[in-house]
C-alpha cells in the first residue's frame, strides 16, 4: 500500500519526525492527486502556488529538530476563512478577485503550528446551502458518487478530504455546514462550543451562529486541529476561555436519545436503521442509551430560517461594490449598489437577504424575529435540562444519504430539511462531531451515513472520547 494513503495527522506527525519522509514528498502526493481527481470532483477554487515552498521550509524547521503539532502537514481551507495574501471570495461573483489583508486568528494559529496550505476550497456561496451547488463557479461533486452531492455549505473541504486531495481540512459550520457534509462524504467533522475558536478573518453569515470547524479521517485528527485554535482571542469578543477536559479511555457515558425529535417525517429508512444499529453498538462499547424529552427541538427549523436570513441581510449589507471586489456602475451611487448586488449575488443568497429583510422591516419584528428569539431561549433550555441527565445526546447527522446534483434545486424547503438534525446545535451554541457509522448502497455505489454527537458547552472532550470509542480509535 501508498506509505501516503490512509494517513492521519499522528501518523503523518510521527513519520515527518522520524524521517520516513519529507513535507514535501507528502505535499507532492497530495498535489498528484489533485491532478488526477479534481478535474472531475472540482473541491478546489484555488491551488496554492506556493505549496511545495511551504513545505520546504517545513523540512528545514524539521531537520534542525523544531518541535510543531502540525509542522509539515497539509491543510485546505474554506474559501470564506481569510489567508493574508490569498484571494478569498466566499464562492460569490460580488468578491471575485479580492485579496485578504489579515490572516483569520484561526489560520494564524494554524501558521504558528506549522501547517502547510494546500487551497481553499468551494462552498456554498457565502455559506448558503447543503450541498455546494450555490457555488458561482459551479457544484463540487461527492467522491463516492460523482452523480451526487458533497453537502454543504463546506462541500468542497469535505469532498477533498474523502478524496484524499488533502490530509485535513477547515470549513465553516452556521447550521450543520460542517457535519452534514462530513456525513455525506463519510468522514469526521467537528463543530466547537459557540466562542470556543474566534471568527475574526471568516466572512460574517450569521454572527450569533458561525463557527469554524474542522474535517478529518479521524476523531483525533479533529481534535488535534481543535487544540491548536481554540481559545479567546481579542479580535473576537464573543471567544470564551476554558480548559479542554482530557476525558479517559474506557470512561462509558450515559446517551440521550431525542426520541419524540427522531420521528420526524422525511427519514430514510436507511438512516432509521442504522441509527438503530448505531445504538446497539454504543450499548455494547458499555454505553448507557437514556430516553430523553427535547419538545421545542421541533421548532428549530423555523428558528433558524428566521434568525439566520436577518442576520444574513445584517451581515451582507456590507457588499456594496464600493470598498472592494465587484463593482457595476449606474446613474448615481444607489443605482450602482443595486446593480452591483444583483450582478454579484446568486440567487440563493438574495432569496435570504429578502427573507432577512422583511423579519426585520417594521410591523414583522416582533411577530418574527423576537418571537424566534424566544423560542431559541427554550431551545437552549431543552439542552440544558438534556445534560443534567446524559453526557451525549445523539441524533443521525442528516436524514437522508448524499442526493443526486439537481434533485433538490428547485424546492428551497426541502433543500432546508437537510439540516433539521444539525441547526439545534448551532442555535443552542453547543459542540457537536459527525462520524461515520456505514453506508447505504444505491445504483452499485456505497454512500456514507453519519451519527452526530452532542454535548453540553465546553464539554468537547466528552465528544473526543466517544466518537473515539465508536470508530475503535485509540
Known amino acids: 500500500m501508498n506509505k501516503f494513503e490512509n494517513l492521519t495527522i499522528k501518523k503523518a506527525r510521527a513519520a515527518l519526525d522520524a524521517g520516513e519522509f519529507t513535507a514535501v514528498e507528502l505535499a507532492e502526493y497530495y498535489l498528484n492527486n489533485i491532478k488526477a481527481k479534481d478535474g472531475e470532483i472540482k473541491a478546489y477554487r484555488e491551488v496554492f502556488s506556493d505549496v511545495l515552498e511551504q513545505a520546504r521550509l517545513a523540512d528545514e524547521k524539521i531537520a534542525k529538530g523544531e518541535k510543531a503539532p502540525l509542522l509539515g502537514i497539509p491543510f485546505s481551507t474554506k474559501d470564506n476563512i481569510l489567508i493574508k495574501g490569498r484571494q478569498a471570495g466566499a464562492s460569490s461573483k ?37 450541498s455546494t451547488e450555490n457555488s458561482a463557479y459551479g457544484p463540487t461533486r461527492n467522491p463516492h458518487d460523482t452523480a451526487r452531492v458533497p453537502g454543504g455549505s463546506s462541500g468542497g473541504s469535505a469532498a477533498a478530504v474523502a478524496a484524499d ?11 450543520g455546514s460542517v457535519r452534514q457534509p462530513a456525513s455525506l462524504c463519510g468522514i469526521v467533522g467537528l463543530m466547537p462550543t459557540y466562542g470556543a475558536i474566534s471568527r475574526y478573518g471568516i466572512m460574517a453569515m450569521g454572527s450569533s451562529l458561525d463557527q469554524i470547524g474542522s474535517f478529518g479521517r479521524t476523531v483525533d485528527d479533529v481534535e488535534t486541529m481543535f487544540k491548536v485554535m481554540y481559545g479567546v482571542d481579542r479580535h473576537d469578543s464573543t471567544t470564551i476561555d476554558f480548559k479542554l477536559e482530557d476525558v479517559p479511555k474506557g470512561r462509558k457515558m450515559k446517551v440521550g436519545i431525542p426520541a419524540d425529535f427522531l420521528k420526524v417525517d422525511g427519514i ?37 430560517y428566521i434568525l439566520m436570513p436577518a442576520e444574513v441581510s445584517s451581515n451582507l449589507a456590507r ?49 418574527y424575529y423576537n418571537k424566534a428569539n424566544i423560542v431559541r ?26 442526493f443526486k446534483i439537481g434533485e433538490k434545486s428547485d424546492n428551497p424547503l426541502e433543500m432546508y430539511l437537510a439540516d433539521i438534525f444539525t441547526v439545534p446545535i448551532n442555535i443552542a451554541g453547543v459542540p457537536a462531531i459527525s462520524v461515520p457509522s456505514g453506508f447505504k448502497e444505491v445504483d452499485g455505489k456505497k454512500l456514507p451515513l453519519g451519527i452526530q454527537f452532542v454535548a453540553w458547552k465546553q464539554k468537547e472532550g466528552n465528544l473526543f472520547r466517544i466518537g473515539k470509542d465508536f470508530l475503535g480509535e485509540e
Open 268 to 304: 430514510d429508512e436507511v438512516v432509521r436503521k442504522n441509527f438503530e444499529e448505531s445504538l446497539e453498538k454504543l450499548k455494547s462499547l458499555g454505553h448507557e442509551i437514556v430516553e430523553i424529552k427535547m419538545p421545542n427541538l421541533h421548532y428549530a427549523l423555523a428558528v433558524y
Open 165 to 175: 486531495e488533502v490530509l485535513a481540512a477547515l470549513g465553516t459550520d452556521t447550521g
Open 319 to 367: 457588499f456594496d461594490g464600493i470598498k472592494y471586489g465587484l463593482h457595476t456602475s449606474g446613474d448615481n451611487i444607489i443605482q450602482d449598489y443595486f446593480l452591483t448586488r444583483r450582478d454579484g449575488f446568486g440567487p440563493e443568497v438574495r432569496r435570504r437577504i429578502i427573507l432577512g429583510t422583511y423579519v426585520l422591516s417594521s410591523g414583522y419584528y416582533d411577530s
Open 377 to 402: 431561549q427554550s431551545i437552549v433550555k431543552d439542552y440544558e435540562n438534556a445534560f443534567k441527565e446524559v453526557d451525549v445526546v445523539l441524533t443521525p447527522t442528516a436524514p437522508t444519504p448524499a
Open 94 to 130: 460580488i468578491l471575485e478577485n479580492y485579496h485578504a489583508t489579515y490572516d483569520a486568528t484561526g489560520i494564524k494559529k494554524m501558521k504558528d503550528a506549522g501547517a502547510v496550505f494546500v487551497g481553499r476550497t468551494n462552498m456554498d456561496e457565502f455559506a448558503m446551502g447543503s
